[in-house]
């Protein structure tokens, strides 16, 4: 790319950025100036990440190249993150990017909810996660945050019967990043894939708005039964690392589950379960109300 043209990209971001609100969060992660992170105006999110890059670009002049292709020459998040999601999934003569960049796009391009969800992921990460400095950090490094979104691309395509497409996006994702989303889970916004490596959920499994959930964490089966088979995690929901929740129950808006519990039952909502099998600490609800504070627990790792 020549200097002019990663000039004219940067100098594009800076105007744009020039009359975006700067984003803010309260220490419990919440948006500041806003009922929830879902809340922001879609250009928002994408000139915030869009400035930071520019500013990066600048501070680390070896980057600029980096980032001009990655980000600043693309005009929306959808541009962006479709050519990114196919780099990485591509397998070169079989798996063409090019062709994964169009069917990634054509599905972002044609699904609202999932342009929503993806915005409020990046915001969750930003506002949740101690270790994400900038957005555009988790667009570009975090493969938590790049695992889902290949989801939500085969999930689109899993209930349009499209599952052989689905699968294959499913298998790449497990592949390269080492994730292992069913195509066919359901899984709200503003939830965060922390480190991700090891991350498995099945095929009926129900994740609501605003979770977190670390490495290691396994949303399975049983074994003993077919149909509807796996977990109904609730909103607000904080999966340490390593937790196994197993079969068709669910796990109650506002619940943490500490790192390495295995959880069989029924957890009641506003809760905190440890251990194996998973206990309540203290046997009681705790009656907060639906108050996303993840980044407050002991068992959270950066």
Same mark, same amino acid.
């Given at each position: 790319?020549?200097?002019?043209?990663?000039?004219?990209?940067? $100098?594009?971001?800076?105007?744009?950025?020039?009359?975006?609100?700067?984003?803010?969060?309260?220490?419990?992660?919440?948006?500041?100036?806003?009922?929830?992170?879902? +809340?922001?105006?879609?250009?928002?999110?994408?000139?915030?990440? $869009?400035?930071?890059?520019?500013?990066?670009?600048?501070?680390?002049?070896?980057?600029?190249?980096?980032?001009?292709?990655?980000?600043?020459?693309? #005009?929306?998040?959808?541009?962006?993150?479709?050519?990114?999601?196919?780099?990485?999934?591509?397998?070169?003569? /079989?798996?063409?990017?090019?062709?994964? &960049?169009?069917?990634?796009?054509?599905?972002?391009?044609?699904?609202?909810?999932?342009?929503?969800?993806?915005?409020?992921?990046?915001?969750?990460?930003?506002?949740?996660?101690?270790?994400?400095?900038?957005?555009?950090?988790?667009?570009?490094?975090?493969?938590?945050? $790049?695992?889902? &979104?290949?989801?939500?691309?085969?999930?689109?395509?899993?209930?349009?019967?499209?599952?052989?497409?689905?699968?294959?996006? &499913?298998?790449?994702?497990?592949?390269?990043?080492?994730?292992?989303?069913?195509?066919? #889970?359901?899984? +709200?916004? +503003?939830?965060?894939?922390?480190?991700?490596? +090891?991350?498995?959920?099945?095929?009926?499994?129900?994740?609501?708005?605003?979770?977190?959930?670390?490495?290691?964490?396994?949303?399975?089966?049983?074994?003993?039964?077919?149909?509807?088979?796996?977990?109904?995690?609730?909103?607000?929901?904080?999966?340490? #690392?390593?937790?196994?929740?197993?079969?068709?129950?669910?796990?109650?808006?506002?619940?943490?589950?500490?790192?390495?519990?295995?959880?069989?039952?029924? /957890?009641?909502?506003?809760?905190?379960?440890?251990?194996?099998?998973?206990?309540?600490?203290?046997?009681?609800?705790?009656?907060?109300?639906?108050?996303?504070?993840?980044?407050?627990?002991?068992?959270?790792?950066?």
């Amino acid at each position: 790319m020549s200097y002019k043209v990663m000039a004219a990209c940067v $100098q594009s971001c800076r105007t744009k950025s020039a009359s975006i609100k700067p984003i803010s969060f309260h220490l419990n992660g919440s948006l500041v100036g806003g009922p929830s992170l879902c +809340g922001l105006m879609v250009d928002d999110v994408w000139c915030t990440i $869009q400035e930071e890059a520019r500013t990066d670009a600048e501070e680390e002049p070896f980057l600029s190249k980096h980032y001009c292709d990655l980000v600043l020459c693309h #005009a929306t998040l959808e541009s962006a993150l479709s050519a990114h999601l196919a780099s990485k999934l591509a397998v070169p003569t /079989v798996l063409p990017s090019c062709a994964l &960049q169009e069917l990634i796009s054509s599905v972002l391009t044609k699904d609202p909810n999932i342009r929503r969800a993806l915005r409020c992921d990046l915001l969750a990460a930003k506002g949740r996660d101690p270790a994400c400095a900038k957005m555009v950090y988790c667009f570009l490094y975090y493969k938590g945050f $790049q695992a889902l &979104q290949v989801h939500r691309v085969a999930h689109r395509l899993w209930t349009e019967g499209r599952r052989a497409t689905a699968l294959l996006l &499913q298998s790449r994702t497990s592949e390269v990043l080492a994730v292992d989303i069913h195509p066919g #889970a359901r899984i +709200g916004g +503003g939830v965060l894939l922390d480190h991700a490596t +090891g991350v498995v959920i099945g095929e009926t499994t129900v994740v609501g708005d605003d979770v977190s959930i670390l490495h290691g964490v396994t949303l399975g089966g049983t074994g003993k039964e077919g149909g509807d088979r796996h977990p109904k995690i609730g909103d607000g929901v904080l999966l340490g #690392a390593g937790t196994k929740i197993l079969g068709n129950v669910r796990i109650g808006e506002g619940t943490k589950i500490g790192a390495g519990s295995v959880v069989l039952k029924v /957890v009641p909502p506003r809760t905190t379960a440890v251990g194996n099998p998973a206990t309540l600490v203290n046997g009681k609800e705790n009656r907060t109300g639906h108050i996303v504070d993840h980044t407050s627990c002991s068992n959270y790792a950066n």
